[in-house]
Each structure stands twice: as C-alpha cells, then as structure tokens.
C-alpha cells in the first residue's frame, strides 16, 4: 500500500475485553514500531520488530500486552483483560531499514476502555 | 520513559513570524529527527540530521543540532496557519532499537 494502514480507527472495549489492533506497514519496510499516545502527550515507545523478530519490548506496560509480527509484514497488537487505563491512541510506525532513518506513520487506532 | 524533552511546551505567533523549538535529550545519538502531528493524525517525519552534523535546512525548516550540550532547535521561518499542530524530537535509544519522542511543542499559529 501507500503508506502504513492501521486498524479499526476506533475501538470502545468493554473493561475486561480483549482487543487486537493491526498494523499493515509499507512493503518492504523492515523495522515496525508500536507506540502508544496519551492525550497531550508524545508517542511512548511500545515494542519494536526488526522483520519478525522482536527485538525489544521494554516499553510493555504489562503481561497483558502482547505484540506479534509472524510474517515479517503484518503486526498485531494485543491488549488482553482491557482497563481503563489501556484508554490511549495506539500508532504502528514503519521503516525501511533500521531505526535511524525515517518513520512513517499510521493514523493510529483510537481505544476508549468503558 | 522518554529520551527527549521540547522547550517551549506551547507557543502561539502570529503568521509571517518566526517559530523556535528546542530539544535537549540525555545519552549519545545516532541522529535526531523532529515530526509534526496535526490534531487526531499521524505523525509526519519533517527532517533527519544526523550526529557529525550541525545545521540542515529543508524549505522554511531550519535545524540545528548541539551533541555538546545535547540540544536541538527547529526553527520554522515565515510561519503560516496550517503549521499549527505539535511538533516532536525523536532520538534513539542507547539500545539502538527504538525512537524515542518527546512530550512535544504544540505551535498554534494566528492569521
């Protein structure tokens, strides 16, 4: 595609819920990131895959967030037993090499946890 | 935790005037980069520069880059209405695994 795709746009969970969120980055783009974005302020760093290989994920909140990218190209973002707190606008990020060169973004899923 | 911090947090001008950001970051980088995030998108990567340089300019963008003093400046020069949106460094991590953002600069500016 053009550029990275994210989906839903929006999520409401019913406290308790799990949700999976996807990312489809831009073809070929080796590294994908997945940040997490409180209202007013800036991207906090989640997990990063360099292909299918996740390289870090010390930006984990907790044991309930799970991250995958089986096939080097699609990611998920998994948010088990959801809370309130899990509220938060979730943005996958793509780069062609590693990353130090240029990030593109998607326009992020937005999760309200009710 | 975030490697980089923006100075001003906000700041309002008026079109045609200039803008100043700063960023100051804590450990050694490969390169900093700034983005912009117009309300409810994505961000959108303005310009790279990397450690062994000290300015680079693209358009009405102006950066500078201080590894002495751990600093950055963007400089956006004649300022127009639709540059209103936040504006964020992004550096990477000592791990060299991640970009990592700071809170941000929200830049409203007024015609």
């Known amino acids: 595609g053009a550029g990275v795709s994210q989906s839903p746009r929006y999520k409401v969970a019913k406290r308790g819920q799990d949700v999976a969120l996807r990312c489809d980055p831009i073809s070929g783009h080796v590294s994908l990131f997945w940040y997490q974005q409180a209202l007013g302020q800036g991207p906090e760093f989640l997990t990063y895959?360099?292909?299918?290989?996740?390289?870090?994920k010390s930006g984990l909140p907790s044991d309930r967030f799970f991250a995958e990218r089986p096939e080097g190209s699609v990611s998920t973002l998994k948010i088990q037993r959801t809370q309130k707190e899990d509220s938060a606008v979730y943005l996958c990020a793509s780069t062609l090499g590693t990353p130090y060169t240029e990030a593109f973004f998607g326009q992020g899923t937005r999760l309200t946890v009710v | 935790s975030q490697q980089g911090e923006e100075d001003p947090q906000a700041l309002s001008i008026q079109e045609g005037e200039n803008a100043t950001m700063n960023c100051s970051y804590k450990t050694s980088i490969n390169n900093l980069q700034w983005y912009r995030q117009n309300s409810g998108r994505g961000l959108v990567h303005l310009i790279l520069?990397?450690?062994?340089?000290r300015e680079k300019h693209s358009g009405r963008l102006r950066v500078t880059l201080d590894t002495s003093k751990k600093s950055s400046s963007l400089l956006i020069t004649a300022s127009r209405a639709a540059d209103t949106a936040s504006y964020f460094c992004a550096t990477d991590n000592q791990a060299g695994t991640a970009l990592i953002f700071g809170k941000g600069t929200t830049l409203s500016v007024s015609s």
């Open positions: 520069i990397r450690s062994n340089e």
């Open positions: 895959f360099q292909n299918e290989a996740q390289l870090d």
